[in-house]
């Protein structure tokens, strides 16, 4: 079995790992992302677009990954805000990094649609090469369901590319929560583009008394917004989901409950969410002791992801070729010809 990843990241190329608990941390964050902890301290950005290629290259499930940054935050004027020194890549980072690994990656673009050239951003970006495009709407402050976006929707759709909407929590990044939840699709989706709702709408913290509910695998204790999701796949034809970042312990508890949706199965998309990091034995999934510790000890990031994703969704499930239905594309080779 051979998929492509729809969700990976390319780091801001002026990331550095000198804070205080980055110094503590790389060794682990290192291993876990199969590079040298030296080399990712030392030269931080090099080291991780090296480590990544390495990691697809040698995946033993991966064909590609669709790769992508994140703009920076803006004001209504288009004026920078802030723009994040370990999140932010801009498209040009991600294209010249598709460039180097032309087999290995699928640029996206990240274009906010506050800028005053977004459109003719779009045009020139989708020319170079970007296949989809990536918001975080929840990190940028904006509210998708503004009809001053509807330009910009039209000039997606005219492209006719992919645009993946982060629904859920988010961690890594300061956001707006009131930006995060399911109804930001409406807007798009009215808009007739293909839409892919990252997360599954899993994440957010829905029991701040009983906390230890957040990690219940009780269908009763889940997000509201995950079984919106599941009813909205169903009725929007133009609707995907993906299960990026589904192994952290606030998501992972529902794979076996959305193992078990097979009639949204063909709206499903693999995905990683790499380099985010996730758990495989300490977690809130079901699997036994013995299978997390043979997953734990999966050396390539990528493969010990699928792993852990493959005893829920067989190797014959359709979320692993569903992304042929959003990039219109064929699996490609790791020499860059087509199967």
């Known amino acids: ?24 941390s790389v060794r682990f964050f290192a291993q876990r992302l199969g590079t040298s902890p030296t080399e990712l301290m030392e030269h931080p950005y090099d080291a991780y677009v090296e480590g990544m290629a390495r990691a697809v290259r040698e995946s ?12 920076a935050r803006l004001d209504h004027r288009g004026r920078q805000i802030d723009r994040d020194r370990t999140v932010c890549a801009m498209s040009e980072d991600v294209l010249a990094v598709a460039a180097r690994f032309p087999d290995l990656f699928i640029p996206f673009l990240s274009v906010n649609p506050r800028r005053p050239d977004a459109l003719e951003l779009i045009d020139e970006l989708v020319e170079k090469g970007c296949r989809g495009a990536k918001f975080l709407q929840n990190y940028w402050g904006l509210d998708l369901n503004d ?6 929707y ?38 007739g583009i ?3 709702a990252a997360h599954m709408g899993l994440g957010n913290i829905q029991h701040k008394i009983r906390f230890w509910k957040n990690l219940s695998r009780h269908p009763e204790d889940f997000d509201a ?29 529902a794979l076996r409950h959305l193992s078990n949706q097979h009639e949204v199965h063909h709206k499903i998309l693999f995905g990683s969410d790499y380099p985010v990091p996730f758990l495989t034995r300490l977690n809130s999934y079901d699997l036994t002791p013995t299978t997390k510790r043979r997953v734990a000890a999966i050396a390539n990031p990528f493969d010990r992801y699928i792993a852990a994703i493959l005893e829920y ?19 490609v080779n790791k020499k860059g010809g087509m199967l």
């Open 225 to 253: 917004d995950y079984f919106r999701l599941l009813e909205m796949l169903k009725q929007h034809e133009n609707l995907y989901g993906d299960i990026s970042a589904i192994l952290s312990p606030m998501r992972a508890r």
């Open 60 to 71: 033993s499930y991966l064909q590609q990954t669709c790769l992508f940054g994140v703009d």
């Open 194 to 196: 293909t839409v892919i």
């Open 154 to 191: 039209e000039k997606l759709k005219s492209k006719q590319i992919p645009l993946i909407i982060h629904i859920g929590s988010e961690y890594s990044i300061k956001s707006f929560k009131r930006y995060e939840r399911i109804g930001m699709l409406d807007l798009p989706l009215s808009a």
């Open 313 to 331: 969704f067989p190797e014959d499930s359709p979320i692993y070729s569903n992304h042929t239905k959003v990039l219109g594309l064929l699996p």
């Open 1 to 24: 079995m051979k998929t492509i990843d729809i969700h990976t990241h390319l780091l801001n190329p002026a990331v550095r790992f000198d804070r205080l608990l980055d110094k503590v």
């Open 147 to 152: 009809e001053r976006l509807i330009p910009y």
